[in-house]
């Protein structure tokens, strides 16, 4: 499920993430505020359960000041991406809730993959990648949150 607020008419436009509902006759576009991912190798848990699939939304300026306050990351301020990732993370799998320790206990692909994923949702408002056909040199764009089998 996404969620979805509602852009006043005369806001800045919004890049490719604005989807327009027809519930009302205005037709008035919609911001996208939760973006499903799919991880590279998965995050696995204590059972030996394996978590691919998850959510995440976009940051707030609290998202991102509140881990300036965490004794971890005054000690060892790269620890910032842990904690950063472990608010903006709604969802992973069947996990009852993301904490800083299942960020921890991420494979270094799955962070580097979320990372990439938060600069682009927060930054550039968008997951896709334009890439090139190393064979036909042919460019297309690629939506890298992943998805379902055969799509990227």
Do not use: K, W
Request: glycine share 8%.
């Amino acid at each position: 499920m996404r969620r979805t607020v509602p852009v006043a008419l005369g806001e800045p436009e919004v890049d490719d993430d604005v989807q327009v509902t027809s519930s009302s006759p205005s037709r008035r576009p919609q911001l996208r505020t939760e973006f499903d991912f799919q991880l590279p190798r998965g995050y696995l848990d204590g059972d030996g359960v394996l978590h691919r699939s998850g959510t995440m939304r976009l940051a707030t300026a609290r998202d991102e000041l509140l881990p300036l306050y965490d004794a971890r990351v005054q000690e060892n301020p790269a620890f910032t991406t842990v904690v950063l990732l472990s608010r903006v993370i709604t969802s992973l799998g069947t996990l009852p809730g993301i904490t800083s320790n299942v960020v921890e206990n991420m494979f270094a692909s799955d962070v580097a993959f979320l990372q990439d994923l938060y600069r682009r949702i927060n930054a550039e408002g968008h997951t896709r990648a334009a890439v090139v056909c190393p064979s036909c040199e042919h460019r297309f764009e690629v939506d890298i949150s992943g998805g379902r089998l055969g799509e990227s």
